[in-house]
């Protein structure tokens, strides 16, 4: 039994794994003020995903956000793993740490329960891979600060996106939730918009309302999802 262990990391080390990294230029009111990084590695059948965002230039001193998430999450079984957040933002910090096993998510002494198929934004993120491009609606279970909420990704339509001089055949998506009972800065969101390309659905835009402006996440390298370039 000592040597169980050590041979299961052995193999782990050959078994197959796939990794791809997103990175997004934010803009608020089309002034860039942040980058966020998405990266998926899968090694079957679990799937780990990180994620951040940063302010950068002047932002990085006035409007400080140094957000961060991970995640675990086994797409066999559809089930969390594993989800860890890190949200500062100026003077507003939150942290949580959580551990799911059989139906139960655990946060220290505390243990909610989790309803079946139940994901959290970095999973939910990865499931837009799952959409139909024609008009669909996707209820889910949304596991975010400590909570479950419900959440549904609707695909509008399938459209051709502009985007600089390169074109996009996407999948329009509007997610529906109430973000007033969210934390930190994704309170204040009043509509997302995302428009998804590629098999992987990987969304090249995604455009939100706030109180406080609209703000656009550009995925940076979307060029091999390009459909035509203008000449």
């Not at 008009?135 to 419900?150: A, I, P």
């Not at 990704?153 to 390169?166: F, N, W």
Request: charged residues 30%; glycine residues 4%.
């Amino acid at each position: 039994m000592k040597y169980l262990l050590l041979i299961f990391l052995v193999f782990a080390l050959f078994l197959p794994s796939f990794a791809e990294e997103w990175h997004y230029v934010v803009k608020w009111m089309g002034i860039k003020v942040a980058r966020m990084n998405v990266k998926i590695e899968e090694q079957s059948p679990l799937v780990h995903m990180k994620a951040n965002l940063r302010t950068v230039g002047l932002f990085s001193l006035t409007r400080r956000i140094r957000d961060s998430m991970e995640s675990t999450w086994d797409k066999e079984k559809k089930e969390l793993t594993y989800f860890k957040e890190v949200l500062h933002e100026r003077k507003y910090r939150y942290r949580e740490e959580v551990i799911f096993k059989e139906g139960k998510a655990y946060k220290g002494d505390r243990i909610t329960p989790v309803p079946p198929n139940t994901l959290d934004p970095l999973s939910l993120f990865y499931s837009l891979r799952y959409l139909s491009p024609e008009k669909d609606e996707r209820q889910y279970n949304l596991y975010v600060h400590g909570k479950v909420r419900e959440v549904s990704l609707i695909v509008v339509r399938e459209e051709k996106l502009k985007i600089y001089d390169d074109y996009f055949q996407a999948i329009k998506v509007v997610p529906r939730t109430n973000f007033k009972k969210l934390e930190g800065t994704a309170k204040k969101v009043q509509k997302l918009e995302l428009w998804l390309a590629g098999e992987k659905r990987v969304p090249v835009l995604m455009e939100m309302k706030s109180s406080f402006g609209r703000i656009t996440f550009l995925l940076e390298n979307r060029k091999q999802f390009a459909q035509e370039r203008r000449q």
